[in-house]
C-alpha cells in the first residue's frame, strides 16, 4: 500500500481522511479526540502488521513521557467509536505485551482492497472483555498501574480539570453511565458498577438536579448505542461517562462531562484515593460536577457532599458485593436466590464493620425484597428489615435508603401511616432522585385514597428510573386505582414493550379490561400472563375452563391455580379475593382477605382504592376490616374514564 499522505482509506463502511482529520461511517461524521484519531490512522496505514506499543507511543508522544495505560485509553476509544470488540475483533486486534494489529482490508479510495498479510503466530489477543469496557492494559502490575493511570484522563478532550471555551449550557438533568473497569478483570465488575451506582446516590442528593436512576443507566452496560439515542431515551441534558482502576489499596477514577444535544465534552477530571477513602473520591467527584454545572447546593447539601468518612475496605468491598446482587431486578426463583446472594454479602460486611450504616440498610432491602417476592414470609421478613433500618439510621441519619425501608415496613407491616409518611418525606428531603422512595411513597399515597398525588410520585419515580420494571408496574397499578383506565393499558403496554418476557403486565392489562366489561379481553391476558410465566399445564387448564363455562368459569380455574401456590406468596390470597369478588361470592373474598390481614399482607393497602372490591364496601365485615387496618378514611373515590355502571362481576 502507498502512503500518499493525501490519500482516503476505507475498510468496512468506514472512510478515514487523514488530511481532513475526518473518519465516516455510512456519511456520518464519527466524532474522535486528537490523540484518538492519530492512533486510528497509524494503524490503518499499517495493515496486517503488528505495531508495538512502543512504536505506538513514540509516534504518538514524541516529545512526552508517557505510560502504556494512555495508549490503552486511546485504542478502547476508538474500539468504541468502531463498534469493534476486542473478544472478537473485526478491526484491531490485541496482542499480548506486544501491541495491536489493524485486521481489516484496507483500501485506498480508488484502489483495490489490500487484505491484511498472513499472521505470524503471535496468536489471538487474550483479552478479556466485560461490557461497555475497553481492552485491558495486559502485562503490566497492577500496582505499576495505579501509579500511572492519571495519565489517561490528561488525553481526555478536553483536559482534566478543564471546561471548554463558551458559554455552559443549560444543564437541569444527567445520567451516570456505567463505569468502565479497566482492571482487565471481569470479577471486578460489581466494583465499577458500585462506583457508578455511588455516583448517581450522591449526585442524587441535589435537588435542583434530575439524576437517572441505576436500573435505567446500567441498561446501557454493554450496548454502543450512539449517545443521541441514549440521551433521548432517557430524556436529559448530559451524561457522565469515565473509568475506574482498582489496585491494591488505591483506587482511581476519571469522569468526564458531556452536553447531550451536541455530543461535546465539557469537563474532565481525574481522582486517586486509597480504598478506605472511597467514599471521600464519590463526594469530590459530585461536588465538581455540581460546581461545573453551576448547580447552587444548599448548605444541607454541601454538608451531606462533605460527610463521607473512612470506611474499612474490605467491609466496602462486601458491600459493592451485596448490591450487585441485590440489584438484578430479576423476578422469579433467580431474582430470590441473587437477593440471598446480596443479603449474604451484606452480612459480611457487618462482621467486618459493625459500624458502617450502609450494609445494615442493604439487609433492610434484602429482608424487605424477600418478603415482596416470596422468599420469606412478611412476618418473617419485614420485622429483621425493620431492626436492620433502624439500625443503620442509629449510625448515619442521612441514609436515604435506610429511611424509605423504614417508611415501607411502618405503612405495609406496622399500618403506621402517620410514621410512614415522616419517614418517606425524610427520604425524599436527604435524596430527592431516590426513585424507589418515590415509587414507594407513591403506593402508600395510593393506599390512603390520595389518588392524585400517588400518580405524580409514581410519575417521578417513572421518570428517574424509566427502564425499571418494578416502578412501571406501579405507575400501572396507581392509573388502575385512579379508575384512568386507558391510561393503565398504555403504561401496561409500554412495560410489555421493554419487558416482553414478565408476565405482570399481562396480568394488569387483564383487571383493567375487567373493568371496561372486557372479558374475552381479561380472559386473554390472564392466559398470557400464566403462559409467559411458564406454567403450560396451569395455561392450558384455564383455557379449557374458559371453553368450558366462559368467564366465570376461567375465575374458578384461577382460584383452583391460586391454591397450588406457595403460601409464602404474598399475592396470591388478595388475588383469591379479587376473583371471589368478581363472582359476587362475598364470604369467600372476605375469607381470604381475613387470612391475608392474618399475616399483615402489604397489599391490604389497596382494600379502599382496587375497584374489583367496590361491591364490598358497603359490608360490615369489610368496613371492621379497613377499621382494623387503621387506613385512612376515603370519602370519595375517582368517577374514572369509564360510563357509570353496575358493579363488574365475571359473566
Not at 482492497?113 to 505470524?120: C, G, I, L, Q
Not at 446501557?220 to 451524561?239: E, H
Request: proline share 6%.
Amino acid at each position: 500500500m502507498t502512503t500518499d499522505p493525501q490519500a482516503a482509506y476505507q475498510f468496512g463502511q468506514f472512510t478515514l481522511v487523514p488530511t481532513e482529520r475526518r473518519l465516516v461511517c455510512d456519511g456520518k461524521v464519527v466524532p474522535l479526540t486528537p490523540k484518538v484519531f492519530d492512533t486510528l490512522v497509524l494503524l490503518v496505514k499499517n495493515p496486517g502488521r503488528l505495531v508495538e506499543k512502543e512504536e505506538l507511543l513514540r509516534a504518538l508522544w514524541p516529545h512526552s513521557v508517557v505510560e502504556e495505560v494512555a495508549l490503552a485509553h486511546n485504542v478502547s476509544q476508538l474500539r468504541k467509536a468502531l463498534g469493534d470488540l476486542a473478544e472478537d475483533p473485526k478491526f484491531i486486534e490485541t496482542v499480548p505485551k506486544r501491541g495491536y494489529r489493524f485486521i481489516a482490508a484496507v483500501r485506498e479510495r480508488g484502489e483495490p482492497p489490500v487484505p491484511p498479510p498472513a499472521r505470524t503466530g503471535e496468536g489471538p489477543a487474550a483479552v478479556h472483555h466485560t461490557p461497555w469496557s475497553r481492552p485491558a492494559i495486559l502485562g503490566a502490575s497492577a500496582a505499576v498501574l495505579v501509579l500511572v493511570a492519571g495519565t489517561a484522563a490528561y488525553f481526555y478532550s478536553p483536559p482534566a480539570g478543564q471546561r471548554v471555551a463558551g458559554a455552559l449550557p443549560a444543564i437541569h438533568s444527567l445520567a451516570v453511565l456505567p463505569l468502565e473497569n479497566l482492571s482487565g478483570d471481569k470479577e471486578q465488575e460489581y466494583f465499577a458498577d458500585g462506583m457508578t451506582d455511588g455516583l448517581i446516590t450522591e449526585l442524587g442528593k441535589i435537588g435542583a438536579l434530575r439524576v437517572v436512576s441505576r436500573t435505567s443507566s446500567m441498561q446501557y452496560k454493554g450496548t454502543r448505542k450512539p449517545l443521541s439515542d441514549i440521551v433521548a431515551q432517557l430524556n436529559v441534558d448530559a451524561v457522565v461517562e469515565g473509568t475506574v482502576l482498582r489496585s491494591g489499596n488505591r483506587v482511581r477514577i476519571t469522569a468526564q462531562l458531556i452536553e447531550a444535544t451536541s455530543d461535546r465534552h465539557l469537563w474532565a477530571q481525574s481522582y486517586e484515593r486509597d480504598l478506605s477513602d472511597v467514599l471521600v473520591l464519590q463526594d469530590d467527584v459530585s461536588r465538581d460536577i455540581a460546581a461545573e454545572i453551576r448547580i447552587k447546593l444548599t448548605s444541607k447539601q454541601r454538608a451531606m457532599l462533605t460527610a463521607a468518612r473512612a470506611v474499612d475496605p474490605e467491609a466496602h468491598d462486601a458491600y459493592l458485593r451485596g448490591r450487585y446482587w441485590w440489584s438484578t431486578n430479576r423476578f422469579g426463583s433467580e431474582g430470590r436466590d441473587d437477593l440471598w446472594k446480596g443479603l449474604d454479602y451484606f452480612q459480611r460486611a457487618i462482621a467486618k464493620d459493625p459500624n458502617y450504616a450502609p450494609a445494615y440498610a442493604g439487609v433492610a432491602d434484602s429482608y424487605e425484597m424477600l418478603g415482596y417476592v416470596g422468599g420469606l414470609p412478611m412476618k418473617e421478613a419485614l420485622p429483621k428489615a425493620k431492626d436492620a433500618a433502624m439500625k443503620a439510621l442509629q449510625l448515619d441519619p442521612s441514609l436515604a435508603e435506610a429511611h424509605t425501608s423504614l417508611a415501607y415496613i411502618k405503612g405495609n407491616y406496622d399500618w403506621d401511616w402517620s410514621g410512614a409518611e415522616t419517614e418517606f418525606k425524610e427520604a425524599l428531603a436527604l435524596n430527592p432522585n431516590y426513585a424507589t422512595a418515590h415509587g414507594w411513597y407513591a403506593v402508600h399515597l395510593g393506599g390512603a385514597g390520595r389518588l392524585d398525588e400517588a400518580v405524580k410520585e409514581a410519575e417521578r419515580a417513572r421518570d428517574l428510573d424509566p427502564f425499571d420494571p418494578v416502578i412501571n408496574d406501579l405507575l400501572g397499578v396507581e392509573l388502575y386505582y385512579a379508575r384512568r383506565y386507558d391510561d393503565a393499558l398504555r403504561q401496561f403496554r409500554r412495560g410489555l414493550e421493554m419487558y416482553p418476557d414478565l408476565g405482570l403486565w399481562s396480568w394488569g392489562m387483564a383487571q383493567v379490561y375487567e373493568q371496561k366489561k372486557m372479558f374475552a379481553e381479561a380472559f386473554a391476558q390472564y392466559h398470557q400472563s400464566i403462559s409467559l410465566n411458564k406454567e403450560t399445564e396451569r395455561a392450558a387448564a384455564l383455557e379449557q375452563a374458559y371453553q368450558r363455562s366462559g368467564y366465570r368459569g376461567a375465575v374458578r380455574q384461577m382460584i383452583q391455580i391460586g391454591e397450588q401456590v406457595p403460601d409464602s406468596n404474598m399475592y396470591m390470597k388478595p388475588i383469591s379475593a379479587h376473583m371471589y369478588a368478581m363472582l359476587d361470592d362475598e364470604a369467600h373474598a372476605m375469607f381470604f382477605l381475613e387470612r391475608a390481614y392474618d399475616e399483615r399482607n402489604p397489599r391490604l393497602l389497596d382494600l379502599q382504592v382496587d375497584p374489583a372490591l367496590d361491591h364490598l364496601r358497603v359490608s360490615p365485615r369489610f368496613r371492621d376490616l379497613v377499621r382494623r387496618v387503621g387506613l385512612p378514611p376515603v370519602d370519595r373515590l375517582p368517577a374514572g374514564d369509564l360510563p357509570e355502571h353496575e358493579p363488574v362481576r365475571a359473566r
